[in-house]
């Protein structure tokens, strides 16, 4: 419900009875419906940085930020349902803040900090992550929206995410 309805469309009855539930379930175990989509969100949140911080380092730092591009796309199609509530837009989203512990970025900061390191990558780190999320973005979300179909997916994947470092390489060593 959370990944098609905006919040204000979806009552506590209605969750509690997609749930299979009473709703004094819904605000004996979360409070409020906002706080139940926050423990949603915070969920998703979650596996998303498990998943992502569950992909080894190497010595090839560029390297390391493709993997972990594709472990991003590979949680997005698995998790289809999350990805939407986190990132999907009817549900409000505000991607600015620190960096936190558990902040699924917080593996492509660290990767893109080792390949600046190396010189395999100029800029600033904070643009370079923002840059590979909104292309990150754009292509799970058209994928998961159908919009490509499985061979295109796979061949704007590598391709695009290829360019967007090279964008940033300090010599095209990818």
């Known amino acids: 419900m959370f990944a098609t309805h905006p919040r204000d469309?979806?009552?506590?009855?209605?969750?509690?009875a997609a749930a299979g539930a009473a709703t004094a379930a819904v605000y004996s175990l979360f409070g409020s419906k906002d706080a139940l989509i926050g423990e949603v969100r915070n969920r998703a949140v979650a596996g998303l940085f498990q998943d992502l911080s569950a992909v080894p380092t190497s010595d090839e730092p560029l390297a390391d930020i493709y993997a972990l591009a594709v472990a991003y796309r590979q949680w997005g199609r698995e998790h289809r349902h999350l990805y939407t509530v986190l990132f999907g837009g009817v549900q409000s989203f505000d991607p600015s803040?620190?960096?936190?512990?558990?902040?699924?970025?917080?593996p492509l900061l660290e990767a893109i900090g080792r390949a600046l390191s190396a010189s395999?990558?100029?800029?600033?780190?904070?643009?370079?992550?923002?840059?590979?999320?909104?292309t990150l973005h754009g292509l799970v979300t058209l994928e998961l929206a159908g919009a490509l179909d499985a061979a295109t997916a796979e061949s704007a994947f590598r391709s695009?995410?290829?360019?967007?470092?090279?964008?940033?390489?300090t010599t095209p060593r990818i």
């Open 97 to 106: 803040g620190v960096v936190g512990t558990g902040d699924p970025v917080r």
């Open 9 to 16: 469309s979806i009552t506590v009855r209605a969750l509690a």
């Open 160 to 169: 695009t995410i290829l360019a967007t470092l090279r964008g940033w390489a």
């Open 120 to 134: 395999a990558l100029v800029g600033d780190a904070t643009s370079i992550a923002l840059s590979i999320w909104v």
